[in-house]
């Protein structure tokens, strides 16, 4: 699927399903929700916390696809294009750190 399709897709489904979207600052603390619940998994996961009882099967992928959403969600209520503001982000990060990365003797393991 493409960003643009994706969208379009967010933006259907809200229509039909969601009845509205909720408000712009609503939508934000629903995306630091799902945030913290992409962190919690990380943390069990890959850190050193353990998942408590009956939590173990909980999806990364799911809780990434959620957050994606409410990105979309924002960027649809504000107007963003968000396939030009990627490719926009690449053009910047290119620009900006073409050699940091490649220059960052941290990096070399």
Do not use: P
């Amino acid at each position: 699927m493409e960003i643009k399709e994706l969208q379009k897709s967010v933006d259907e489904w809200i229509k039909k399903y969601g009845v509205r979207y909720f408000d712009e600052l609503t939508n934000m603390a629903i995306l630091t929700e799902e945030v913290g619940e992409v962190a919690r998994v990380m943390a069990r996961r890959y850190g050193e916390q353990s998942f408590k009882k009956g939590e173990e099967d909980v999806s990364l992928a799911d809780e990434l696809a959620d957050v994606l959403w409410v990105v979309t969600a924002i960027a649809n209520q504000t107007g963003v294009n968000l396939e030009e503001a990627v490719e926009r982000n690449f053009k910047k990060k290119t620009e900006r750190d073409n050699n940091r990365h490649i220059d960052n003797i941290k990096l070399r393991k």
